[in-house]
């Protein structure tokens, strides 16, 4: 069965104190990994899809990166406006049944203080 | 613009009625998945769509029903709902799993 384990559960930060967030997953025939943010009572939003070891993505503050078996989220002198749910998610394995499953992870809340 | 929009955004019932929350999207993806999501659970996906008529299980799909009859609308159908069914659900399409997902505002619903 897919896993994806995320922490810490909750981070909280000082405006410009970088840190980065961890992503762990067990999934066969990996097709990608995605990050997606959430701020409360919204729906997540796509940040970045990455799909082979050593690939790398970034956007303003935050740069992911993935191993075989983990990718992180760096943020880089983050600013309050940062503050939300950081959730990953990875597909089902290509070669079984279920190949429209998605599991995701169970989220990082990121608080940064002013 | 695009978008995923759901209704009822707010849903407050009485156990054992029927209920439909819709989905609908207007960037013609061929996949659309539900997710429910509960606080130290994350989001659980419920069931999904990989195209019209063509829709399979998530993690959870005990007590729900879905169908796709065209391409943009995805209902969720609980047809006898219980307490254990209040949550959060987010509707999502993408063209392909594995590609960037749109999510709609969300449906917070409460069975009593």
């Known amino acids: 069965e897919d896993q994806v384990t995320q922490s810490p559960e909750a981070l909280r930060l000082q405006e410009g104190e970088s840190s980065s967030l961890n992503c762990s997953y067990t999934?066969?025939?990996?097709?990608?990994l995605f990050w997606y943010r959430q701020d409360p009572g919204k729906g997540p939003e796509f940040l970045f899809t990455?799909?082979?070891a050593g690939e790398e993505k970034e956007k303003e503050r935050l740069k992911a990166t993935l191993t075989k078996k983990e990718s992180f989220l760096h943020i880089t002198a983050p600013k309050p406006e940062d503050s939300a749910t950081y959730l990953c998610?990875?597909?089902?394995?290509?070669?079984?049944?279920?190949?429209?499953?998605?599991?995701f992870g169970q989220g990082t809340i990121l608080t940064v203080h002013p | 613009e695009a978008q995923v929009t759901q209704n009822p955004r707010y849903l407050i019932t009485v156990t054992g009625k029927k209920l439909t929350v819709t989905c609908s999207q207007n960037?013609?993806?061929?996949?659309m998945s539900w997710y429910r999501q509960d606080p130290g659970l994350g989001l659980r996906q419920i069931y999904y769509s990989m195209n019209v008529e063509v829709t399979d299980k998530g993690d959870v799909p005990e007590g729900y029903k879905v169908s796709r009859k065209e391409k943009r609308n995805f209902p969720l159908i609980l047809e006898s709902p219980s307490p254990n069914q209040t949550s959060l659900y987010f509707c999502?399409?993408?063209?392909?799993?594995?590609?960037?997902?749109?999510f709609g505002q969300g449906t917070r619903l409460t069975v009593v």
């Open positions: 998610a990875v597909p089902a394995n290509a070669g079984g049944t279920s190949y429209g499953k998605l599991t």
């Open positions: 999934v066969s025939g990996l097709r990608g």
């Open positions: 960037m013609n993806h061929e996949y």
């Open positions: 999502a399409s993408s063209f392909q799993p594995t590609g960037k997902a749109f």
């Open positions: 990455l799909y082979s």
